[in-house]
């Protein structure tokens, strides 16, 4: 019997009120929360006196590059800055090369995973317009992504009657990435010439995210079909989910949507690029009330890196996406402390919820029967996000400089420590999620 007793930390129970005490997990799994346990022959003691004791991050949108772009990243890399982040589990999206649009593509990425990651993992099968059966029958998957826009090749999916057959059939979740195809070419058109990246969020506008946003709920609406807006990015959008959002439909917004804004391309330049863009600052005060309102339900970090060489070349060469899995804890656990929102809060955002809505089995609290992952922050400090310390491969951050808390101090995957003050233990692996029908 594998044992692990945490002892003296502020653990958050699902209430949302906070218990001075110790946690016991046997073999992966939580067994007894209570103010003192006492075990003997234990096999690990963490003492987490000064620390709180949260859910580990499940984080829903993530793009970790392998197979075929391992320059950028590959699953033990950016496992490792999971670990960091205190992220213990991921869904990963099926732009890879090659892309994960069958069950052969899927086998070899949980293959890949089961080899290199250090957290437990998941993964999106994609929507072509022409694979449907695979859309049917794949598994074990955790949705079904569709590109809307903003993309090109097989995994785009623009057109009505594309969409409309993969709504129609099945049942199984379809996340989208909604942007209008169709505008977007017209703006690219339009803004043709421009090398200031600042353009990006013109071409990209608010317009051709609420025209794609519009047609899935539609679409949505037809057929029933459970549908998962990923990464929203405009107030429009928010206000139109406010009045139109059925029950059976979720919505996710990232940190960089907002915490970041427009003003970032002055200062960052292309390292502020990402589809869907960044918004003016008023979409940050109005996408931040959709969250505390319930109309967004969670948050994902869209994790999407690219080498500085890369993002260093003009737009529109510089390609979009940015890396967010080691600091979106922090980021928001920041905005708690500064009274933006409650610890509790965050952890329904970035637990609780995710797993709720893709139906992962025990996962998200901190209850006896639930899976020991876990991770434990210090609240009280604050340190810069620095270069030196990224273990993304990509290494650069859009938030290097911020002075943030609630960097996690030991981070635990089924039971195990993988991340403990700066140190790894690389030979933990994580498992496959399941999703529970």
């Known amino acids: ?93 099926p732009n890879t090369n090659p892309l994960t649009i069958t069950q052969a593509t899927l086998e070899d990425k949980l293959q890949r995973a089961a080899q290199k990651c250090l957290v437990n993992y998941g993964f999106f099968i994609g929507a072509t317009p022409d694979n449907l059966p695979d859309l049917l029958t794949a598994n074990p998957t955790c949705g079904i992504k569709i590109f809307m826009g903003s993309s090109h090749g097989a995994l785009l999916v623009s057109r009505e009657g594309e969409l409309e057959p993969i709504f ?4 199984r979740l379809i996340a989208v990435h909604a942007e209008d195809q169709a505008r977007i070419l017209e703006r690219r058109r339009e ?18 995210a ?80 959709a969250l505390l309102d319930g109309v967004i339900d969670f948050i994902a970090t869209d994790h999407a890196p690219h080498t500085l060489e890369e993002k260093a070349k003009p737009y529109p060469n510089s390609p979009s996406g940015m890396p967010g899995v080691e600091t979106s804890l922090p980021l928001m656990l920041t905005q708690a402390i500064k009274g933006k929102c409650s610890v ?3 952890v329904n955002w970035m637990s609780t919820a995710v797993a709720k809505a893709y139906k992962i089995p025990n996962k998200g609290l901190i ?44 981070t635990i995957v089924g039971g195990k420590v993988v991340y403990d003050r700066g140190q790894f233990n690389t030979d933990i692996r994580g498992k496959a999620l399941t999703f529970s029908s």
């Open 1 to 93: 019997m594998t044992q692990l007793l945490i002892r003296h930390g502020q653990i958050l129970l699902p209430d949302g009120q906070l218990l001075l005490g110790d946690v016991l997990c046997e073999n992966g799994t939580i067994r007894e929360i209570a103010p003192e346990i006492s075990v003997k022959d234990l096999n690990t003691i963490i003492d987490a006196r000064g620390l709180t004791l949260l859910p580990g991050v499940i984080d829903p949108q993530v793009h970790f590059r392998e197979p075929g772009l391992e320059h950028k990243e590959d699953l033990f890399t950016a496992t490792r800055a999971c670990a960091r982040g205190g992220v213990t589990s991921f869904l990963e999206m």
């Open 168 to 171: 129609a059939k099945g049942s």
């Open 191 to 208: 803004f043709a010439g421009i090398s200031d990246p600042a353009v990006h969020s013109q071409i990209q506008d608010e317009e051709a």
């Open 210 to 289: 609420l025209n794609a946003t519009k047609l899935a709920l539609k679409l949505s609406n037809k057929y029933q079909r459970r549908l998962h807006i990923l990464h929203l990015s405009t107030g429009i959008e928010a206000e139109f989910l406010r009045e139109n959002k059925p029950s059976w439909v979720t919505a996710e917004v990232t940190p960089q949507h907002l915490l970041l804004n427009t003003d970032a391309y002055e200062k960052i330049g292309t390292l502020a690029q990402m589809n869907p863009p960044l918004r003016s600052p008023e979409n940050n005060d109005i996408l931040w009330q």
């Open 344 to 346: 509790a809060q965050v």
């Open 367 to 410: 209850e006896p029967g639930y899976d020991a992952d876990l991770v434990l922050v210090d609240l009280d400090n604050y340190y810069p996000v620095k270069r030196e310390d990224l273990q993304t491969k990509c290494g650069w951050s859009p938030f290097e400089g911020w002075e943030l808390t609630g960097w996690p101090i030991v």
